[in-house]
């Protein structure tokens, strides 16, 4: 299903006017430099094609006959390769220049041999350069030596005749050359392809996927075998899994060109996700969905991906998009076709191969829809401050050991989007990480937004998976002061007021209440909280607001008739939403009632 998905992706992007995808028999190439031929095949200059990008100076992209897969040893490509392979140029271990001899004859034999023949000026100038170059002229002639140290940092080389349009491997009637050679080179295993079901020239060895952080910079494979163990009824590699090479190189294709891409991919954590959508012309559906995933503002901040990019307008577009849906109106766009089809695939490193950790198969306007429900289930008091949205990504962030995304638990990212787009209770994994970071001090650890946001959330979908309608509706995004919920949440809300008297009346303490008890208030709050409430009533005499505190903690004390022995998973959580809704009322909510209260003491003070 997923390689079927992708190879007719790939037959919709070749229909669409400068999609820049790859027709058969060709790839994209990262050229930096492009020799310059006269018709007798003299170097006469060199031209630099990099464009600045921000502060980078970036190679461009040209599609080039198809480039093999290196990953050890000597394999040269037709007109376009490394200055090692059409120069005969390369640095030592030492970093000093010297000539790639083995590579610049294997440039030379196999280019020599596809260019014999063809009727055309600019394939026979390479022809006849090829024939008289060597590395030693390389490291000698003036124009290499002038560019020793750009050419030596660049990319790939191509060829242009001088004086004519275009570069060499662009001719019709190269290509067409190319294109006979590549039918020729089928494969002479046939087959039924398990992707189209027709009997076609089977592939022996599918297309490296690059772009995965983490994999092998070659690229990594989808699709291999390389051990005796895969061998069955005496099919090796992949013919044991029987892909044409016409579907193998489709859905390769695709991939490669949604990875490459800037708006059809979000990274979480380890995890790439790519998305598509199976109708011509889904950008908008596309962009919605990718801003969803990875709410990115105007100034480019709330990305993990420094190559990302997203067009101002759309990402506007996508935003309100999100919050229509996030408030139960309707989408209001005519550009956006929610009973489109889409699909997402969630691809992660795994040495010389990737695995799939997520896939989807949805219409976009259901899957923005659950995504929609996933941040009111987060939207929680003091969100406003972050921008309103909370990525997935800052979300498993926030809740890592020392907030490293290399300690997120493997497969935690593939797990957490499958209940963001199902509406399905979030993995437990998720809600013990949140309690055991809130439970932490240090540096990184304590109640913060994010890691309270995570644990409402787990208990709203926990409470509605389980139809506990009453449960689920005592969850709020702020405080209600007035509304007594249960236990545990009233325990957090007077670990909180005992928390601020002793900050009232000590300041900034290298250790606090917080540090010492908050774990253990928690868990077991029978034996901490009568220790810190007789500590309180000292904290009470020297707080200026002591009065006021006080109150609130006799109040809330009223309505605990004893304390309890031990909290469960589900009570801590709820302690610690108590605790942070407490926290940001008297942190950041207008209260009245201490203005008025303070000004009654000062004016109780004697004059």
Known sequence: MILQALAEHYQRLVKEENSGVAPPGYSPAKVS???????????????????MKGKKQLPE???????????????????????????????????????????????????????????????????????????????????IVARLEEL???????????GMPGYIHEAPAVRMAWLSREKEADSEVLGQCLVSGEVLPLARIHPLIKGIVGAQTSGAAVVSFNIDAFTSYGKSQSYNAPVSQQAAFAYGTALNYLLAGTTNRVRLANMVMVFWGDREGSRQEEATLAWSLNPVMDDGEGTDDDNREIDRNAARQAEIILKNVKAGLPVQDLDFEGDTRCYLLGLAPNAARLSVRFWQVSTFGEMIGKIAQHYRDLEIVGMERSGGWIAPWRLLKALAVQEDTANIPPLLEGQLLKSIVSGQPYPRTLYN?????????????????????????CLLRQYRSQQQYEKEATITVSLQEDKPTNTARELGRLFALL????????????????????????????AVFPLLLRLSQYHIKKSKYGKNVDDKI???????????????????????LGYYYQREFGNYAKN?????????????QPH
């Open 152 to 162: 030596l940092a660049g990319s790939n080389v191509v060829f242009k005749l001088d």
């Open 499 to 526: 928390e601020k008297v002793q900050r009232d009346a000590l300041g900034q303490l290298n250790a606090n209440i917080r540090d010492k008890f908050f774990a253990s208030a928690s868990a077991t709050p029978r």
């Open 61 to 143: 992209v040209l599609l080039v006959p198809q480039q093999v897969s290196r990953t050890s040893g000597v394999a040269a490509n037709i007109l376009c390769d490394s200055v090692a392979y059409v120069l005969g140029i390369e640095r030592d271990k030492q970093g000093t220049a010297q000539g790639a001899v083995a590579k610049q004859a294997d440039f030379k034999l196999k280019n020599t041999a596809f260019l014999v023949g063809i009727e055309d000026a600019g394939a026979q100038a390479v022809r006849l350069f090829l024939s008289t170059w060597s590395p030693e002229m390389a490291l000698a002639h003036p124009l």
């Open 33 to 51: 430099h492009v020799a310059v031929l006269d018709e007798a095949g003299n170097l006469v200059d060199f031209w630099n094609i990099t464009v």
């Open 592 to 604: 009245e009632t201490n203005q008025t209260e303070g000004k009654d003491e000062q004016n109780e």
């Open 433 to 457: 990480l949140a309690l055991n970071r809130c439970r932490t001090g240090g540096e990184h650890g304590g109640v913060t937004m994010i890691r309270a946001a995570v644990i409402k959330a």
């Open 554 to 576: 006799q109040t809330i004390s009223s309505r605990l008739h004893e304390f309890p022995a031990h909290l469960n998973m589900e009570e801590q959580g709820q302690f610690i």
